[in-house]
């Protein structure tokens, strides 16, 4: 699949007294890239809870860190969905700095998300979802 893209820039309260990005801070940043990457294949997380009863809860989470990010670098987060089964999506992120044409790979994660309804329950993802999804893992 094509991946999505964001720019963030990091904000002081998301770093240590050194300007060092704190590790939990990534995952932020991820889940921004995530809803991004839903809302170029057409679909509005929020509708998706709202009409469809269909949530996305995280159920794994790996990050392996590469490089330190800095107070007030401005990073891109590309993300992709690669795999989907009927009841599950997985997403992957890399996170860049680039600077002077220089790009610098801070961090490479996945995430894995369960449908479920909202008293959550495991459910199928919705078909209209799930053929615009495999459409893009082609």
């Given amino acids: 699949m ?13 770093t240590d007294q050194m300007g060092v990005v704190y590790h939990a801070n990534y ?6 890239g ?8 057409g679909f509005d997380y929020k509708q998706m809870e709202i009409a469809d009863d269909c949530h996305l809860p995280v159920v794994e989470a790996t990050c392996r860190y590469r490089a ?18 009927s009841s599950v999506i997985r997403f992957a992120y890399n996170l860049f700095h680039v600077q002077s044409d220089v790009i610098r790979l801070l961090a490479e994660a996945q995430t894995t998300h369960v449908v479920v309804d909202g008293k959550m329950q495991k459910r199928t993802l919705p078909e209209k979802y799930a053929t615009a999804i495999r459409a893009q893992l082609k």
């Fill in 27 to 32: 995952f932020v940043w991820f889940e921004m």
């Fill in 2 to 14: 094509q991946s999505s893209s964001i720019t963030v820039r990091v904000r002081y309260a998301e």
């Fill in 34 to 41: 995530r809803v991004e990457c839903l809302r170029q294949l």
């Fill in 68 to 85: 330190p990010a800095h107070y007030d670098e401005v990073l891109t987060v590309e993300t992709r969905i690669i795999a989907l089964r």
